[in-house]
């Protein structure tokens, strides 16, 4: 594994992934560039796909999709004004992520391999979803950093009883969501800095400890993927009467959909963590309040 | 109030509601055109319905909104390829629904009013909302007409426990659902037929007895808006073992946030079946199978 501080853009992570001199997670790589959610489908479920999309945009912002079906190096984009070229230059969706995981006949068959080349068909397409490291560098910034990046850890990702809107083959599913710690008097500048991130989740969807039992979530000390939160001191992380949990849409739910949808086949992902690392930038997505500013002023960005 | 049968378009429907000739439900009218909810808020509150818009598609498909704040006659359209003067030329919101609800400081005011000209200000924008009534003539051209238009009744409406994703002022609302009951046979078919109309609610977002209670509806029997379901026979609708509930996402969703969001001044929406109906017909926004047979073969449609 190379030294992180060499990877400043999204064609270094993707060229050490796919050297697999990267092959850990990219959480905090190439800071301001976009990462991607993997999901890699047998074409026949592709239409269905489309339309889960478009009907839960939070927890699944579809960023972009194969070219073609088959094609593993050429984008689609749904980014408003950015080609598919624009996204990712030089892709190769089979090798870029640093780890995938594969699914056959809707169960996990193979954890964190390096590739997926000898799995890939001409039949398949992949989509590439929002993902929340877009926002956290904004938090950040804003003197507001994920506890988990500051204790150097993986966020904790729960199931809920929220459903899914269905569409097709994909029935019977519930949001993921991501997990936050947050004082509850940052809340509303938490939600305010996180609204304009609308293709990589937005605004928390729920916060407060009433919101943990409301959706279901049976631990909060427990969650189902990542790695239990803890308190500043590194103890549980409980009611203190200061912080409490906020809750983001999660990119993990179309991987948890497509299990739940009994697809026949093979099925493809990145290994939760270990995103494909975008050429688009968070400013060209999104725009900043600067950029706003100086257009406003009819000044070159 | 006229006979319904000489209103064919969307704007002799208008016309008619304009100078109170129509002043009752729209269901039935016009068929083919889209009919659409309205809401009107102070402009401070339109950013944020619209991201409520984007982040709920289903519950919340946005049509079109006013062209400019203030504007009651031009519209802008968020339908991809059709122009806001297609959307509805000539339109008039103060009064082109059949009756209007007022709602001040979150409160309902007025009830089926006629128009809204008196509350309109040059601060109010117009927000125009997909409409179920658009899927149900494909439902009944599929020999599966709903069956509260068979029995000359409203559809019902409920309250449910789902969360809708909040955004800004827009928080803890739930999604507002439409009932029909169809064959539990028969449900794969529904979700066939309406997953085309994407931007009038779609597929069904749940079905089955089961769901009831999933989706925290205290009784089938007693709906929030709209008229009480029956039975074939008009008895109770009861488990039979073979029909069951089929719930969409309703256009009193977005109504029900804007209750729910403690809004000050004056808040305008049509009353609940007194839709504002659109120039845009059905096959122009979602296709038809024949239309896109004819586009295979290159014939004019």
């Known amino acids: 594994m190379v030294i992180s501080a060499t990877l400043n853009t999204g064609a270094d992570v993707r060229l050490a992934a796919r050297n697999n001199k990267h092959t850990s997670s990219t959480s905090g790589l190439a800071p301001s560039y976009l990462q991607a959610n993997l999901i890699v489908l047998p074409s026949r479920y592709a239409a269905d796909f489309r339309t889960l999309c478009t009907r839960n945009p939070v927890p699944c912002p579809l960023l972009a999709e194969s070219a073609t079906v088959g094609s593993f190096n050429a984008l689609k984009s749904y980014i408003p004004s950015i080609s598919g070229e624009k996204v990712a230059a030089d892709i190769d969706i089979r090798h870029d992520a640093p780890r995938y995981n594969i699914y056959q006949e809707s ?124 308190a500043l001191d590194g103890g549980d992380f409980v009611d203190d009467g200061d912080y409490v949990p906020v809750f983001w849409g999660c990119g993990v739910t179309p991987q948890e959909a497509v299990m739940r949808a009994g697809l026949e086949g093979t099925v493809m992902g990145h290994a939760p963590g270990h995103m494909i690392v975008l050429d688009v930038t968070e400013d060209e997505v999104f725009g900043t309040a600067k950029a706003k500013i100086n257009r406003k002023l009819g000044l070159t960005v």
Chains 1, 2 share one sequence.
């Open 107 to 230: 169960k996990l068959a193979a954890f964190e391999v390096p590739d997926i080349a000898a799995q890939w068909t001409d039949d398949h397409v992949a989509f590439l979803i929002g993902c929340s490291y877009s926002f956290e560098t904004a938090l950040t910034e804003a003197g507001l950093p994920p506890r988990h990046t500051v204790m150097g850890r993986n966020v904790p990702m729960y199931r809920t009883s929220v459903p899914l809107c269905p569409a097709g083959v994909f029935t019977g599913s519930t949001y993921v969501v991501s997990m936050r710690p947050y004082r509850r008097s940052d809340v509303e500048t938490v939600r305010e800095i996180t609204r304009r991130f609308v293709t990589t989740h937005g605004e928390p969807i729920a916060w407060g400890w009433e919101a943990v039992r409301r959706f279901g979530i049976e631990d909060v000390a427990s969650p189902e993927w990542g790695e239990k939160p803890l």
